[in-house]
């Protein structure tokens, strides 16, 4: 355990990032899901840039690497346009 006041403080803010972190990756993997199931081209389009823009925020908050969210939001975006 850590004895400064700084470093408690430091891990109660890691705790409190590392839980939003989670909550917002996890919403954009079942966003992701969600649109690759997706059949209907017409809600695949409205869904995609939702998708897009979740995807971009995880890579500008550095969630996941930016060259992932690039693939993903192409992969993505080639299956809509396959619909």
Excluded: F, G, W
């Excluded at 690759?36 to 890579?59: F, G, I, N, Q, Y």
């Amino acid at each position: 355990m850590a004895n400064h006041k700084s470093s408690q403080k430091r891990i109660r803010q890691i705790e409190n990032r590392k839980v939003d972190n989670k909550y917002h990756a996890r919403s954009a993997r079942n966003a992701v899901k969600t649109l690759r199931a997706t059949t209907d081209k017409t809600a695949a389009a409205e869904l995609l840039p939702k998708v897009t823009s979740m995807l971009d925020k995880l890579a500008k908050r550095s969630d996941i690497h930016k060259n992932k969210a690039s693939n993903l939001k192409s992969s993505l975006t080639k299956h809509v346009n396959s619909l």
